[in-house]
């Protein structure tokens, strides 16, 4: 059974810091892998997709790296601001496109 | 476009209750998911449809929920005699494809359902 694990469960840092969330999961049949964000009380945005054949996905400060291999993908966000505060989640993509997430990484980024 | 809506956003009911929850998935998107997002759970998968079948039905929790989708559009989800471990926020996703490596879902801003 596939299980995502997303460390660490929370953040908190100084504007204008580089950070880095991780992501691990236990089956590395996967399709692909999403990282998703979640402010208070709303619904979920993509943010990137990084298909199974590939390694990285960059849009603007943000890259997402894959190590299927391994089990493992990195969040990157360069940079980070205010409005970057958000619950980050990670999914990794079934054969029918079901996705299984993790338990998510709340940041915070002060002024 | 529009994105995919749900409704009610917001429901309290008491147990025992029957609720039906509602997504309107974006237009021509095939694929729809429902969710379940809870404090002790996280972000569970529910049921898939592609068109207005369900070929995976794997994650609904017990014979009380239930979901269809008629005319490969909208879709409900029905909770029937609700418990008070029902109470979560309930996300739609629909997608192009359902399924393959490109394929990205949008979700619903969901519906909160509180059962008393």
């Known amino acids: 059974k596939q299980e995502v694990t997303q460390i660490p469960a929370a953040l908190s840092v100084p504007e204008g810091e580089n950070l880095v969330l991780n992501c691990s999961f236990t089956d590395s049949a996967i399709y692909n892998l999403q990282w998703f964000r979640q402010d208070p009380g709303k619904g979920l945005t993509s943010l990137l997709l990084i298909q199974s054949s590939q390694r990285e996905q960059t849009s603007g400060r943000l890259n997402a790296s894959l190590d299927k291999s391994s089990g493992r993908s990195t969040l990157y966000i360069a940079a980070s601001q205010p409005g970057d505060s958000a619950t980050y989640l990670c999914?990794?993509?079934?054969?029918?496109?079901?996705?299984?997430f993790g338990q998510g990484t709340t940041l915070q980024v002060k002024p | 476009g529009a994105g995919v809506s749900q409704s009610p956003s917001n429901k309290v009911t008491e147990k025992g209750k029957d609720v039906e929850l509602r997504c309107d998935p974006i237009?021509?998107?095939?694929?729809l998911y429902w969710y379940r997002q809870s404090l002790g759970q996280g972000l569970e998968f529910l049921i898939y449809?592609?068109?207005?079948?369900?070929?995976?039905k794997s994650g609904l929790p017990s014979d009380r929920f239930s979901a269809e989708r008629t005319g490969g559009s909208v879709s409900t989800l029905t909770i029937q005699r609700t418990q008070q471990e029902d109470s979560a926020v309930y996300l739609c996703?629909?997608?192009?494809?359902?399924?393959?490596?490109?394929?990205?879902?949008?979700f619903g801003p969901g519906t909160r359902l509180t059962v008393l």
């Open positions: 449809f592609q068109g207005n079948s369900a070929p995976d």
């Open positions: 996703a629909s997608s192009y494809y359902g399924g393959g490596a490109t394929d990205t879902q949008y």
């Open positions: 237009s021509g998107h095939t694929a």
């Open positions: 999914a990794v993509t079934s054969n029918t496109g079901k996705l299984i």
